[in-house]
Every structure is written in structure tokens, then in C-alpha cells.
């Protein structure tokens, strides 16, 4: 099968529920939906699976200069084209926790408006069943073409009634003051609603209401507010609404460079990740979803506890399988095709400190003492406190023999620090707290004496290693060392200029050193990282500088991937990514500190 001719990655836009979400590019064709949550199949999946796999498409004959933006505070997405003699508008969205109505899980509303003149549009609705791209059974039912999966059933309606025929073009018409008003909607082993495309259109006016009303309860006013404001809204859009599970990122294998096989499934919940979305929900006056996360990670981690996955499904279940498709030819060529992710079965150790730091962080935000919680923190303390002399995997999943890396040290340093920080105010037996405060100076220790390199003044990326670690970029927030000392500012420094990808670019770690074959770009967390420790370390001037370069790199309605090509500035990796957002929130933060104080 041969890729189709795609737009670039950081060409589309999400919309989603809170339980799945789509990509839609600027030239208005949905190439990626998965339902009826973010991990199942696609039904449109042209993105990764070429035009077999099904996409839902509005082309305006003859199209000139597009403009795209989301609604303030919202996810309501418009895009306008320009014709010779016309200017069409698509509003689009997926309705979201609308009280008082009978509504199927899903509602998905597009809805074409012209000023000027009427407007050609050709529309191609062509739902498959996954990446394989196998045809649903379609039949018609009160004005709507329905199409089975399974258990799975997907209703199209529009407003006026147009004869759409699965996987055939189809030319309309749009006239001024007479808009055409698509609605999709789906339901998953429960009656299917047939929603009126006019109501629809309605629904996601209310859904716009709803998300101004949840931005507003947001507490930053530091800089760059807008791009601040549209990152917690698409972190929010990355969260399980029913469990509280924030996945990676909506889609899976988009290349880490173009054409290469470094494709990765993203549509699960990583607790490092999540944890540090979290902490950004929780800087910010968002408390529910930090509480729901909590909660979620307490029923996941249950028949496991004190030992934590690195990946769960969002309904909490462990992620262990990867198999790839073979039929799927991949975004531009880049194969293979990965569903499920084999980091699930790795020893990570630096989890376990992401998750310890949310629960401190909790607690510094005026959380209420919760037994649950704390009964499940002082058990990860005891097992980091036995287990942090084991070799892992580290924050980037190399997928190698096993080594002491030295960001993965120092988280575990964080949790036994953060642990005895906070049993200082809850019943705690005093061998207990003795042996955690023991193991945690026992593992500062360790990580200044093996992690360190005296030559260059930086802390390596592992023991005995020569290369360097952007992960360690956290070093200025975890009070292992003075923000101020010789050995935090020798380790930015040597990270800037050992790991610079160029501008304000850095690679995660030196290309080619993780046991993967192929290149990959510049990974954008970690340039936020950068801003942030700059903060920290009093560098104001320069962090502001690097802040406002990475920020302009977003694509135009202000979303990132998880990394850039430093040549084309083209973004890569699944798209957009949860990490990416959050760390940029986290470099906001320290900026708005940093010039306060």
C-alpha cells in the first residue's frame, strides 16, 4: 500500500470529548479517530494507515489562503478558506459533559458556512475498521447512514439531507445564509441517538460555554498567558474523562524522523508523564484533575503496589504487548506501524519519584490528607529505599541493556526526600522515617560521587558514561543541589552546548546512543526544561529570550509535538504531545517566578 501524500504533522488541529479525539487538517479532512476511546481502532485512520483506512474530508473547490484558530478558551475550531469569489468557514468540535440531554457517547458536529457566493465542496465519508481498513456494514435508518463495528455503532447525519455514500465523493453546493451542518455521533454497546444536526450545532455552542467556564477558573497570569491557557486546555483534552487517565498523546506511530522506524504508540498513560501534567493542573487552580489522576493511579497500581508500571491503559490495565501492522504504510513511508508499547514490561525508576512529587506537590497546593494516598507513598518509598541500587531504563526507554542513569537517581533521590519531607506531619514510626532519610543521603551520595564528571563540571548521563542527559535539565528544581552551585550551572551549560540541536533545539541525548536504529530530532520538553533551569539558576534575561523563540515554533493554533526536525523546524513524533505542554507550563511557572521575585 502505498502513503498517501499527507500535510505536514504540525499542519492539524485536535478536537476532542475527553474520551477520544481527532486530528483535522488545514485542508479540512479528519485523518485520524479513534472510538470508541483514544487506545481503540480507527475508524478514520488515513494518517498512519493510507486512504484505505478511511477518512471524513470537506473540500472546498478551488481553495486559496486558509487561516485556522480556536475559539478563545475554547476547543471550538474554525477554519476559513478563501475562494475567487467566496470565503467558507468550518466550525467543528465534539460536544463535551452537556447535562440535560439524551446524547450518544460521541458527537462529533462540522458545519460549512459561505459569505459571498456559493461555495463547491466535495465531501468523502469513508469509516473503516482499523488500520487494515476492512469496510463497516452500512444501512439507512431515519435520515442517517449508519455504519457497524462490533458493538460499535456510527451514524452520519447533515442538514439539508445529502445521499453520502461511504468512500464515494460527493459535490454539493454551500450557499450564503444556508449552512450545511454535518453530525457524526457513535455509540458502544448502548442504543444509538440520532442527534439533529441543527441541535448538534447547538450542543457544541454549550461545549464552548463549558470550556470558558473551566479556563476561567485558571490562576496564571505570568507570560505568554494565551499559550499557557491553550496548553492546559489540550492537556485536558488528553485525560480519560471517565477514569482521570491522561494519555501521551492521541495517536501512535508518527515518525521521530520521516521515513524512519522509530514509531511509537503514545495512547496510554504513562504515570511520569501524567504526573507532571498533573503538577501543571495543580500550579494552576485545576485541582479535580489532579485529584482524579490520584485516584486513578490508586486503582491501577492496586494489585501491584509497592511496584508501578511504566504504561497503564487509560481503564488502568497494564501495558505490555506491541505488534505492528504490516498492511499500514506508515505517515510518509515510516514503518513500521506499532499498536500497544513494549516499554510496559521495563524497569523505570524514575517514576516512582514523579509520582512521590505529585503527592508533595498536592499537599503544597492544599490538598486534604488523604490515608489512601499516603498508605500508597510510604510503600513506594520503602520500595525505592531496598531497590535504587538496581540499573534501569531510564526516562527514555532505551531499549539496551540496563544502566544507572543518573535523571532516574535522582528522582529517587526526590521521592525518599519528598516522603520524609511530608512524614514529618503524619504518624510515621521512627525507623521508618530513620531508614528513608538514610537511604536517600546514602543515594546523594552515590550520585555525586559516580554521576558527576570533574573534568567537565556536568553530571553525566550514567555512571561511568561519558554522554550527557537533557532529562537532568530538572536538576535546579529538586533541591539535590543549590540552584546557585558550580555543579548545576556547569551541567546546563554543558547540556546547552554539548546537546544544542541548534536555535533554541536540544537533543535528548547524543543521536544514535539508545539502541534504536535511526536518527530522530530535537526533543522539544527538553527545551523547556532548559528555560526553566535558566529560571531557576537566576538567568532570567536568557530564559525569557529562549522561551519566546520556543513558543513562536508552535504550530498555528498553538499546539506541539514531541519533537522538531532542527533543519525544516517541521514538527515530529505522535502529535500533539501531552509532555511537550506540560513542560512549557512548567517553564512559564518558573518565569513568572523568577520575574516576581
Known amino acids: 500500500m502505498e502513503a498517501p501524500d499527507l500535510p505536514p504533522i504540525g499542519d492539524y488541529a485536535l478536537i476532542g470529548d475527553g474520551r477520544t479525539a481527532a486530528l483535522s487538517s488545514a485542508q479540512g479532512s479528519i485523518d485520524w479517530l479513534c472510538l470508541p476511546r483514544f487506545d481503540s481502532d480507527p475508524i478514520f485512520g488515513r494518517l498512519v494507515g493510507g486512504d484505505r483506512a478511511g477518512r471524513f474530508s470537506l473540500d472546498v473547490d478551488g481553495r486559496t489562503h486558509v487561516t485556522r484558530r480556536y475559539r478563545e478558551s475554547s476547543t471550538v475550531l474554525e477554519t476559513r478558506w478563501r475562494t475567487r469569489r467566496a470565503e467558507v468557514r468550518l466550525t467543528e468540535g465534539m460536544v463535551l459533559k452537556v447535562t440535560g440531554h439524551l446524547l450518544p457517547q460521541v458527537v462529533l458536529v462540522r458545519r460549512l458556512e459561505s459569505e459571498g457566493a456559493p461555495a463547491l465542496v466535495r465531501v468523502v465519508y469513508d469509516p473503516r475498521s482499523g488500520l487494515n481498513g476492512d469496510r463497516l456494514r452500512n444501512e439507512r435508518r431515519s435520515r442517517a447512514l449508519v455504519s457497524l463495528r462490533g458493538t460499535t455503532a ?7 439531507e445529502l445521499p453520502v455514500v461511504p468512500g464515494e465523493a460527493l459535490a454539493f453546493d454551500v450557499q450564503p445564509g444556508r449552512p450545511v451542518t454535518f453530525v457524526m455521533s457513535m455509540s458502544d454497546r448502548q442504543p444509538l441517538v440520532f442527534v439533529e444536526p441543527d441541535h448538534a450545532f447547538g450542543l457544541l455552542d454549550e461545549t464552548d460555554k463549558w470550556w470558558r467556564h473551566w479556563t476561567s477558573r485558571i490562576t496564571y497570569r505570568g507570560p505568554v498567558l494565551d499559550q499557557v491557557v491553550r496548553s492546559l486546555i489540550t492537556l485536558r483534552l488528553l485525560t480519560y ?26 495512547r496510554f498513560a504513562w504515570p511520569r508523564d501524567a504526573s507532571i501534567g498533573v503538577t501543571a493542573f495543580l500550579t494552576n487552580g485545576l485541582d479535580d484533575e489532579a485529584e482524579s489522576f490520584l485516584h486513578w493511579l490508586l486503582q491501577a497500581s492496586r494489585l501491584t503496589r509497592p511496584r508501578l508500571h511504566v504504561v497503564y491503559s487509560v481503564d488502568g490495565k497494564p501495558q ?12 510518509r513511508g515510516s514503518r513500521p506501524v506499532r499498536i500497544g508499547n513494549s516499554a510496559g514490561r521495563q524497569h523505570q525508576l524514575d517514576v516512582y519519584g514523579w509520582v512521590v512529587d505529585t503527592a508533595w506537590n498536592r499537599l503544597q497546593h492544599g490538598g486534604k490528607p488523604n490515608p489512601a494516598i499516603w498508605s500508597a507513598v510510604r510503600s513506594t518509598a520503602d520500595w525505592i529505599a531496598k531497590n ?5 531504563a531510564g526516562i527514555w526507554e532505551v531499549r539496551e541493556r540496563p544502566a544507572h542513569y543518573v535523571h532516574s537517581k535522582l528522582m529517587a533521590w526526590l521521592a525518599l526526600d519528598r516522603v520524609s519531607r511530608i512524614a514529618r506531619s ?9 531508614r528513608w532519610v538514610a537511604e536517600r543521603d546514602a543515594l546523594a551520595a552515590d550520585i555525586r560521587a559516580r554521576g558527576f564528571d570533574e573534568r567537565r563540571g556536568a553530571y553525566v548521563r550514567s555512571y561511568g558514561a561519558d554522554e550527557l542527559d537533557a532529562a ?6 529538586l533541591e539535590f543541589d543549590p540552584p546557585e552551585s558550580p555543579r548545576v550551572k556547569g551541567t546546563i551549560d554543558a547540556i546547552r552546548r554539548e546537546l544544542s540541536a541548534g536555535g533554541p533545539l536540544l537533543y535528548r541525548y547524543p543521536p544514535g546512543s539508545d539502541g534504536v536504529e535511526g536518527g530522530e530530532g530535537a526533543f522539544l520538553p527538553c527545551s523547556f526544561w532548559l528555560v526553566q533551569a535558566l529560571a531557576r539558576t537566576g538567568r532570567v534575561d536568557d530564559a525569557v529570550s529562549l522561551f519566546d523563540e520556543l513558543c513562536k515554533r508552535s504550530n498555528v493554533v498553538g499546539l506541539f509535538g514531541e519533537e522538531m526536525d532542527p533543519s525544516t523546524g517541521e514538527h515530529l513524533g505522535n502529535f500533539p504531545q501531552a509532555l511537550t505542554h506540560a513542560a512549557l507550563i512548567q517553564a512559564a511557572l518558573a518565569l513568572q517566578a523568577a520575574t516576581a521575585d
Open 388 to 392: 535504587w541500587r538496581q540499573p534501569d
Open 472 to 477: 537532568v535539565l530538572i536538576l535546579p528544581t
Open 320 to 331: 505490555r504487548g506491541e505488534h505492528e501492522v504490516p498492511a499500514a504504510p506508515g505517515y
Open 241 to 266: 474523562a471517565p477514569s482521570g487517565a491522561p494519555v501521551a498523546a492521541p495517536t501512535t506511530s508518527l515518525p521521530e524522523r520521516i521515513g524512519g522506524g522509530r514509531n511509537w504508540d503514545y
Open 426 to 434: 503524619r504518624r510515621t514510626r521512627p525507623s521508618r522515617l530513620e
Open 154 to 160: 456510527i451514524a452520519l447525519r447533515s442538514t439539508p
